[in-house]
């Protein structure tokens, strides 16, 4: 879009932001470039979407400082989060092609906050690119690489390292005269870095990365437009402590098209994924087709953009939920089931008797010989997890005042759970689950 004047008003041209600082905003005409205020009566009354950097708008031009925006342009895409300080929709830029998600391959690297970036991506009508960068602090980066092409449908991923250069002639498709594209991601994963390196020149201040966690500090406090040599557009954006969700309906069907495919293969259409019968969601997690942290993932995200689609809807529904659960503890208060269970039972896993009277204590949540319970406590005793699905032991922690509790994960559904130690446990598979630990420490022994 040019910056020609437009309409019979010689006063009214179009300009395009460049960037944004709270309420003064640079932009960019055939006539100069220079700063510009919106016109209050029209944007206090929001007539108009208050604007962002890649927006075009129509100015008053009043010359280099004094220019007055009169009105935003229609938007071929635009990229916004909720923010969590005042509950409200922000902008983050406008009418851009291409969004670099960007994530260092280092301490940060983080898949569940990449779908959330995803989840925006998709809904902004840009075209999502993953960038893993940093990849010459790392020895290796494999795995990283696919567990984000899994989880990155129908998006490329790309490794490079926007301090030596390596990757970036991938790239190249992507920069075109014609193209815009804006770049996202936490503090300190390189889009300053990158960006310098683009443009040739030392134009973005970097500032180096803490080697406790791999993160830095915000290096930029405001939304920037630059243009390459070639004429690309690249939108710099400040790194987001927080992704919230707003409006990402359609986001959360690209994001995550793999999760939704099971939802027309239940039995029944209505289907909640919990409990009833022929559920294709819960036999693909228990096929281990779908992981439990995919699902929690979406479901996550799924309540928090139901919460903002309809916050009047997902409130009444959250009142009715405490109600029901709160009439179902009345009347399990004096329920000898909300104490630990005490009776014998045959093993489902091993087929070995468990005796109660040989547990040192009246709580026995699993078998004393192979360690593996059932999911079928959402509180201790309570039985009314509707999973049913065995949990094997998987590590051992010791408490406070000593005593040792057991681990357990779901094979079902991968919810975690820890039951305390008895007495007449194995004690070889105790060691052995305490030795597991120690074979695989996150630091050099020694």
């Given at each position: 879009m040019n910056s020609n004047t437009i309409g019979n008003d010689p006063a009214e041209t179009i300009a395009q932001i460049t960037a944004v600082y709270k309420d003064l905003f640079e932009i960019s005409t055939e006539k100069g470039q220079g700063f510009a205020r919106v016109k209050r009566g029209r944007y206090n009354n929001k007539q108009e979407a208050y604007p962002t950097t890649g927006d075009y708008v129509a100015v008053d031009w009043r010359g280099a400082d004094q220019s007055i925006i009169l009105r935003t342009l229609p938007r071929t895409s635009a990229l916004s989060r909720l923010d969590s300080f005042n509950g409200k929709e922000q902008m983050i830029a406008a009418n851009f092609d291409y969004i670099f998600i960007m994530q260092s391959l280092n301490h940060d690297f983080n898949l569940r906050r990449m779908e959330r970036y995803l989840t925006l991506a998709w809904q902004s009508g840009g075209v999502p690119i993953i960038l893993l960068t940093k990849m010459d602090q790392v020895k290796g980066y494999s795995d990283q690489l696919k567990a984000t092409q899994e989880i990155a449908l129908g998006a490329d991923v790309h490794a490079i390292s926007a301090q030596t250069g390596e990757g970036i002639a991938e790239l190249e498709p992507y920069f075109q005269s014609d193209k815009t594209i804006v770049l996202v991601g936490s503090s300190g994963v390189g889009k300053s870095t990158l960006i310098n390196r683009l443009?040739?020149?030392?134009?973005?201040?970097?500032?180096?990365?803490?080697?406790?966690?791999?993160?830095?500090?915000?290096?930029?406090?405001?939304?920037?437009?630059?243009?390459?040599?070639?004429?690309?557009?690249?939108?710099?954006?400040?790194?987001?402590?927080?992704?919230?969700?707003?409006?990402?309906?359609?986001?959360?069907?690209?994001?995550?098209?793999?999760?939704?495919?099971?939802?027309?293969?239940?039995?029944?259409?209505?289907?909640?994924?919990?409990?009833?019968?022929?559920?294709?969601?819960?036999?693909?997690?228990?096929?281990?087709?779908?992981?439990?942290?995919?699902?929690?993932?979406?479901?996550?995200?799924?309540?928090?953009?139901?919460?903002?689609?309809?916050?009047?809807?997902?409130?009444?529904?959250?009142?009715?939920?405490?109600?029901?659960?709160?009439?179902?503890?009345?009347?399990?208060?004096?329920?000898?089931?909300?104490?630990?269970?005490?009776?014998?039972?045959?093993?489902?896993?091993?087929?070995?008797?468990?005796?109660?009277?040989?547990?040192?204590?009246?709580?026995?949540?699993?078998?004393?010989?192979?360690?593996?319970?059932?999911?079928?406590?959402?509180?201790?005793?309570?039985?009314?997890?509707?999973?049913?699905?065995?949990?094997?032991?998987?590590?051992?922690?010791?408490?406070?005042?000593?005593?040792?509790?057991?681990?357990?994960?779901?094979?079902?559904?991968?919810?975690?759970?820890?039951?305390?130690?008895?007495?007449?446990?194995?004690?070889?598979?105790?060691?052995?689950l305490a030795e597991k630990a120690l074979k695989h420490p996150p630091f050099k022994l020694g």
């Open positions: 443009l040739g020149k030392e134009v973005m201040e970097t500032q180096t990365i803490r080697e406790k966690d791999g993160r830095g500090r915000h290096t930029t406090s405001h939304r920037k437009l630059f243009t390459l040599d070639n004429g690309t557009k690249l939108i710099d954006t400040p790194g987001m402590r927080e992704v919230g969700m707003w409006d990402v309906r359609q986001g959360l069907e690209e994001s995550f098209a793999d999760v939704e495919a099971y939802f027309g293969k239940c039995k029944f259409n209505d289907c909640r994924h919990q409990s009833e019968p022929g559920c294709a969601v819960k036999e693909a997690l228990r096929n281990q087709e779908l992981s439990p942290d995919r699902w929690e993932s979406y479901l996550k995200l799924h309540a928090e953009a139901k919460y903002t689609n309809d916050k009047t809807a997902y409130l009444r529904e959250k009142e009715i939920w405490l109600k029901d659960i709160s009439k179902f503890v009345r009347q399990l208060k004096n329920n000898y089931q909300m104490n630990a269970c005490t009776e014998s039972f045959i093993c489902q896993e091993c087929g070995m008797s468990a005796n109660p009277e040989s547990a040192g204590s009246q709580h026995r949540n699993h078998c004393p010989h192979c360690l593996v319970s059932l999911h079928v406590d959402n509180r201790p005793g309570d039985r009314s997890s509707l999973c049913k699905g065995k949990m094997e032991p998987i590590s051992i922690w010791s408490k406070a005042d000593g005593e040792w509790a057991i681990i357990h994960r779901c094979r079902d559904c991968g919810t975690l759970k820890t039951n305390r130690v008895a007495a007449d446990d194995n004690q070889k598979l105790l060691i052995g």
